[in-house]
């Protein structure tokens, strides 16, 4: 979607490759947002993923400085979120590479559900 968007030429194909570019944004953190919540551990996934929106809010912050910085230096705009795709699909390819080459180190925990009250036997009952 960023590679389309460095290449608009009018406002209706911005519209359409913006929607496109942001809802696969979207998808991707709904996704790793997950994934980080199943993987932490229960005593640290509160601060795992207040860390995650911490280093997303800084990094769009950044972001936002960077590209006003690069626009004072004549970037066109165009230009501008080219490179920015050009970033975005090297860091793609490094998670892809770290994920075929490393992904046997990496282990999944899946928690079973818990029983329901009506599944327990009765000695598992607590009494008042």
Do not use: K
């Amino acid at each position: 979607g960023s590679m389309m968007l460095s290449l608009w030429e009018n406002e209706w194909f911005f519209l359409l490759v913006n929607t496109v570019r942001s809802a696969g944004t979207s998808i991707i953190w709904v996704f790793a947002s997950s994934l980080l919540q199943r993987i932490s551990i229960d005593n640290f996934r509160g601060r795992a993923v207040a860390f995650d929106i911490a280093c997303s809010t800084t990094l769009q912050a950044l972001g936002t400085i960077l590209s006003g910085a690069l626009s004072q230096l004549m970037w066109t705009p165009f230009y501008i979120v080219f490179v920015v795709a050009v970033l975005g699909a090297c860091v793609a390819n490094w998670w892809i590479c770290y994920f075929l080459f490393y992904s046997h180190h990496f282990h999944l925990v899946v928690r079973p559900p818990l029983p329901s009250r009506s599944s327990r036997p009765p000695s598992a009952s607590r009494s008042l």
